[in-house]
């Protein structure tokens, strides 16, 4: 029935679409009228069709991605520890409540000073992957988890130093050598992460999705380096690796945004560093909704942009989804804000079966091509961060931050200018309560540091 249906239709290439397209726009140009230049130096066209696959590396792209039966991800809430009681409490309420993944960020806090009987009682983390946040204490934690738990854990420390310091200007010495520690104390726990690559520093100081691609892998790339001149080898590092980036609300460079990372970051191990087995290990990408696109007007519009934000993460293949109360930027109390941002992943597995097929947008001539137009602009801007000596000497002449800078300046513009549409912000505003947002003070610093920055912010100031 298909295939006598489909006959009855002539098949037309792509250039007898383009001229009739041509011919249909009675005089205007076809590039300036129809072809749409994105951010990032994305150029994308108003049609793609099977032709626009045939230069492709397919099944090179098409393999990078996740190599499940179904696209299933972890609902991972994260949680800031006041005191081990109330955390406990917050850790099985979240979990309870459908979150099946958790982050207990320790901010500044000293932990060893914290009872962790009394944090993890009744918490497995053989069965709940558990992620520590802390800032250059994952040695300590590690001695205090392995004193306390005899089975194999999952679940990770978050403790990218480079980020830390491209945002806060600190960096310890020993820094590099603590995380060889670190990754040989759990080389029997081989679901437990200890390289945390922190890619929504980029993100949430303004990058675009290309910039996002680049800079994070130049950290990633970094620590590569380090760590085997340290002596330790590519399967030992690779296999404690995960990468966590901030999802916006563009929606299909989004999607395209995680798989390109796959791909590229394939792309580079088995080229670069002429690694056989880059294919074997999987990539873990945990994607988590932009603070950047919050909202203080018409603050209810967050929950909006984190659904579409959570949706582009899901398709594009992530492992682990954070999704933040759509008042967490602006207000302590997020009970509420928690409850639906569980419910927003809930109904995306339950209601809407996202978690039924594996890389979803597999075959789509549109996001397959903005897929390897993303991972190409991407590596060209990584190989001019190599040329400059790699992401820590890049970011000591201010590249790294100026690029940035640049996008975020040129959104603001189009923000205030109208070019660019923020819904309830500087379009189809409601006049709800606002949310009050206190910034914090920027550090100081011999060399300029990654603000996370919000986008309203330029509107909201006037």
């Known amino acids: 029935m298909a295939a006598s249906l489909f006959e009855e239709f002539q098949p037309h290439s792509k250039e007898v679409w383009k001229n009739q397209a041509i011919k249909d726009l009675k005089g205007k140009d076809f590039e300036q009228t129809l072809v749409w230049q994105a951010e990032g ?46 955390t406990n409490q917050l850790i099985l309420e979240a979990i309870e409540w459908g979150a099946n993944s958790i982050i207990i960020d320790f901010e500044e806090k000293d932990i060893t000073t914290i009872d962790f009987k009394k944090l993890l009682h009744q918490i497995k983390l053989s069965e709940i992957p558990v992620f ?42 020993d820094s590099t050598s603590l995380l060889v520690q670190s990754i040989r104390k759990v080389q029997n726990h081989p679901q437990f992460k200890t390289i945390h690559i922190a890619g929504e520093v980029f993100h949430n100081a303004g990058a675009n999705s290309v910039q996002e691609i680049a800079f994070t892998l130049a950290n990633a790339l970094e620590y590569v380096d380090q760590l085997t001149l340290a002596g330790l080898s590519l399967d030992e590092i690779l296999n404690k690796i995960e990468f966590s980036i901030a999802i916006g609300t563009d929606y299909f460079t989004e999607i395209a945004k995680i798989r390109a990372l796959r791909y590229l970051w394939q792309k580079v191990l088995s080229e670069g560093y002429k690694f056989e087995k880059a294919a074997e290990i999987p990539v873990t990408i945990s994607a988590q909704t932009s603070t950047y696109f919050d909202a203080a007007l018409t603050p209810n519009t967050n929950m909006l942009r984190a659904t579409t934000e959570a949706m582009s993460a899901i398709i594009g293949g992530a492992d682990f989804l954070v999704l933040h109360a759509y008042n967490a930027t602006f207000e302590e109390d997020e009970t509420f804000g928690k409850r639906i941002a569980r419910n927003v992943s809930a109904i995306l597995r339950e209601e809407s079966y996202l978690d039924k097929v594996n890389d979803p947008s597999a ?90 920055q919000r986008l309203s912010e330029v509107v909201e100031a006037q």
């Open 363 to 452: 075959g789509s001539y549109y996001i397959e091509h903005l897929t390897f137009e993303l991972a190409t602009k991407a590596l060209t801007l990584l190989q001019e961060v190599d040329s400059l000596g790699g992401s820590i000497m890049a970011f000591e002449k201010g590249f790294i931050q100026n690029t940035i800078a640049q996008t975020h300046n040129s959104r603001q513009e189009a923000i205030t200018s109208g070019k660019r549409i923020m819904i309830g912000v500087n379009k189809f505003r409601f006049d709800e309560k606002p949310f009050v947002y206190e910034a914090k003070e920027a550090q100081s610093s011999t060399i300029p540091l990654l603000r996370a």
């Open 41 to 86: 130096d994305l150029r994308i066209e108003p049609y793609y069709s099977h032709e626009d696959l045939s230069s492709l590396p397919l099944d090179l792209v098409q393999g990078a991605q996740k190599n499940h039966a179904t696209a299933t991800w972890q609902n991972r809430e994260k949680i800031i520890f006041s005191s081990e009681k109330t």
């Open 132 to 173: 520590f946040k802390v800032q250059n204490q994952s040695v300590q934690l590690l001695e205090i988890l392995s004193s306390l738990i005899p089975y194999q854990m999952k679940g990770g420390v978050q403790d990218d130093y480079l980020a830390n310091w491209m945002s806060t200007g600190s960096l310890s010495n």
